[in-house]
Structure formats: structure tokens, C-alpha cells
């Protein structure tokens, strides 16, 4: 029996896979302890993709979580960058 159902991969679809990918490695390269700046910019990029995903679904329990989830990695981002900077 044949499956009616178009199977349409549009672009929130990709979007997701591709958000969870760079959470993914950054995760992994959280668990080395040798790369925290590596990790805090691969979940950044993560969590802001999957917040505009989370827009494009309106869940505001998905934008609630990656918004303040992004604005802390880029605090700490900006934090090792200024440490970077002024030693």
C-alpha cells in the first residue's frame, strides 16, 4: 500500500536538522574540556537557528528557551573575546 502523503521538506525542516547539528558538536566538543570557545560559538549558532524556527512554528516555548539560551552564549562569547582583548 502506497503512502499518500507528500513528503515536502521545506525550509524550517532544514533549518532544524541543521540547529541541532551545531548543538550537537558543540556538545561534543564540551565534553573534550579543551575547546570552550569552539562549543560557545557552535551553540550559539545553534540556539539562534533554533530560534527562528522556533518563530517560524510560533512555539514560544521553543523561542523563550534558544532566545535566552543564544543571549547567553553571547555574553560568553563576548566575555572570552574581551578577556581576549585587554590581557
Not at 525542516?13 to 561534543?28: E, M, R
Not at 524556527?53 to 573575546?81: C, E, K, S, Y
Amino acid at each position: 500500500m502506497k503512502s499518500t502523503t507528500v513528503n515536502k521538506k521545506t525550509k524550517d525542516w532544514y533549518l532544524k536538522w541543521v540547529a541541532s547539528l551545531f548543538i550537537i558538536l558543540g556538545i561534543c566538543f564540551r565534553s573534550t574540556q579543551q575547546f570552550p570557545e569552539i562549543d560557545l560559538v557552535l551553540s550559539f549558532i545553534g540556539c539562534s537557528l533554533w530560534t527562528c524556527v522556533g518563530f517560524m512554528w510560533n512555539d514560544r516555548a521553543i523561542i523563550m528557551l534558544n532566545a535566552i539560551a543564544t543571549f547567553v552564549l553571547l555574553t560568553g562569547i563576548i566575555n572570552l573575546v574581551m578577556s581576549v582583548l585587554y590581557v
